[in-house]
Each structure stands twice: as structure tokens, then as C-alpha cells.
């Protein structure tokens, strides 16, 4: 079946810094996606790309859809505490299929 | 999550009993989607339905899981005799496809198995 690769797996940072996480996939997806999910809740969308090469924007994340359609990066600019969690990138093939979801990338901001 | 609710957030079963876990999707939402998510790994699909119909069980277990989703109430994810292994949060999305919306996600329920 199809898997996602996301790395890194965890990520220790500085309040202040840049992140970087990113997501490749083995086959194609038509939708890429990347949730948040903290202790105790359920995944949030945190942005949803639908084009090839498209870069969306919320707020300080930013993230891309790869022009391969088999790779996602998002990127968060100048962290604060509560951008602690676990980011989880993932794909759709079509708009009413099941979401495969990558492994998670667990962001930890030091004091 | 405000939207999607489940029920319980927790429940503890002894082996070989059965759970219900439930899922009522955000208003005007007919499309239900049931994900199993281990400690330090990503959600994984188990089963899709659209109202009294199950259009996907593909990462469903063949045994002892079932899942519904009738005309009127919400969706039940059903799992019986458990095992310690069934122990996992359990987590329902919904859609509605008309509007070509994301999948939005409840806050799960949390099953132990004893």
C-alpha cells in the first residue's frame, strides 16, 4: 500500500528558530495535507494543498505540494511554545478517499 | 475539533468483552471515517461510510470489527471480544463532499484493554 516517509522524527529547537519537516511518498497523491495533533486531541488541518507546485500560507507555516506530486514540505518561521506537538503531513488520491498519514514529526521547543 | 464528537473519550474493556465506540459528524456531514492510531505512530484508515452504507472497510480487521453508520444516529465502530492489542485511540472524521472539505477529526476515544 501507499506509505509516507516524514522526517525528521522528532525535532528539538529553540523558540525563535525556523522548522523544517518534510514528507515523501511511492506513488502519487492529488492531495496533500498536514495536521497538528497535541496530547489528548484529535488531528487539526492545518493546511490542505491541491495543486502540484502550489505554496499556501497560514499565518507563519508555509508549506508545499511537491511538483511531483510525491513529496510535501511545511515549514514553521519563528516558533513559539505553543507550536509544540506533533505534525503529521498526509495524502489523499482523490477528494472522498481515505487519508494515509506519515509517522509524525514531533516538535519539542527548549526553555 | 469543535464539530465532530465522540463518545466515549475513554473506556476500558477486560478481554473478551465488547466495545462501542461512537461518532456523531459535524452537522450537514454524511460521509464518516473510522482511523486507528498506535502510541508513536500515524492514524490509519480502517473504514469509510456514507450514510447506511460502507463504501471502504479495506483497513478494516475481517474479524470481530464492524462498523455502521445508520440513517438516523451516529456512526458505531463496534469491536468485539477484544483483545489487549485492540488497546489504540480510536478517531472518526467526517466530510462533506459537496463542498470539497477537508477530512475534520473528532478527539477520539481512548480504549484499554485489560
Known amino acids: 500500500g501507499q506509505q509516507l516517509n516524514q522526517s525528521p522524527q522528532s525535532m528539538f529547537i529553540q523558540e525563535g528558530e525556523d522548522v523544517s519537516m518534510n514528507c515523501t511518498s511511492s506513488s502519487i497523491f492529488n492531495t496533500w495535507l498536514w495536521y497538528k495533533q497535541e496530547p489528548g486531541e484529535g488531528p487539526v488541518l492545518l493546511i490542505a494543498?491541491?495543486?502540484?507546485?502550489e505554496l499556501t500560507s497560514n499565518g507563519r507555516l508555509t508549506a508545499q505540494f511537491g511538483i511531483t506530486r510525491k513529496d510535501s514540505f511545511l515549514n514553521i518561521s519563528a516558533s513559539i511554545p505553543s507550536d509544540v506537538g506533533i505534525y503529521f503531513c498526509a495524502g489523499q488520491r482523490g477528494g472522498d478517499d481515505k487519508i494515509i498519514f506519515g509517522k509524525g514529526t514531533r516538535l519539542h521547543i527548549l526553555p | 475539533n469543535a464539530g465532530v464528537m465522540q463518545n466515549p473519550r475513554h473506556l476500558v474493556r477486560r478481554r473478551g468483552q465488547e466495545a462501542r465506540l461512537r461518532c456523531s459528524p459535524m452537522k450537514g456531514h454524511s460521509h464518516v471515517y473510522w482511523y486507528r492510531q498506535l502510541p508513536e505512530e500515524g492514524l490509519k484508515f480502517m473504514v469509510y461510510?456514507?450514510?447506511?452504507?460502507?463504501?471502504?472497510e479495506s483497513g478494516m480487521p475481517k474479524e470481530r470489527f464492524s462498523a455502521e453508520f445508520p440513517k438516523e444516529g451516529p456512526s458505531i465502530l463496534r469491536i468485539q471480544q477484544v483483545v489487549r492489542g485492540d488497546s489504540a485511540a480510536y478517531f472518526c472524521?467526517?466530510?462533506?463532499?459537496?463542498?470539497?472539505?477537508?477530512?475534520?477529526f473528532g478527539d477520539g476515544t481512548r480504549l484499554s484493554i485489560l
Open positions: 461510510l456514507q450514510k447506511e452504507n460502507i463504501i471502504d
Open positions: 472524521a467526517s466530510s462533506d463532499l459537496d463542498s470539497n472539505q477537508p477530512q475534520h
Open positions: 494543498l491541491y495543486k502540484a507546485g
